[in-house]
């Protein structure tokens, strides 16, 4: 079984910065692709960012220029810096993962997600 453990949320002013960490744990074969994806609230959860095994990174435009996505495959760890927070980054920020894990009966490509840490940031 895999975990992600998600960290590093909490209250901020805007303007501020938070950094994010989230290590996976558990029966892992190999990582592709991890991520960070955020639910405000009365909304559906979206994507903030994403990267590749090979480091290729993807944003939503709402954070272009302004949150940094990067990870540490000997650790199977993502951070997402973020800076120049806005209040409309608030919200609950869920850790992702796609990747292979070694199961009962051999290997299988799963998604998992973490639990998710709240980021607020007041005005």
């Known amino acids: 079984q895999v975990q992600l453990v998600e960290s590093g949320g909490g209250l901020v002013q805007a303007g501020g910065s938070l950094r994010l960490s989230c290590a996976a744990s558990g029966s892992i074969f190999s990582i592709s692709n991890m991520g960070w994806y955020r639910q405000a609230p009365g909304k559906q959860r979206g994507l903030v960012a994403t990267i590749t095994s090979s480091g290729s990174t993807n944003y939503a435009d709402s954070v272009k220029g302004r949150f940094t996505i990067s990870r540490d495959n000997a650790k199977n760890a993502v951070y997402l810096q973020m800076n120049s927070l806005k209040p409309e980054d608030t919200g609950v920020y869920y850790c992702?993962?796609?990747?292979?894990?070694?199961?009962?009966?051999?290997?299988?490509?799963?998604?998992?997600w973490g639990q998710g840490t709240l980021v607020t940031v007041s005005s």
């Open positions: 992702n993962l796609g990747g292979t894990t070694v199961v009962a009966t051999g290997l299988r490509y799963q998604e998992v």
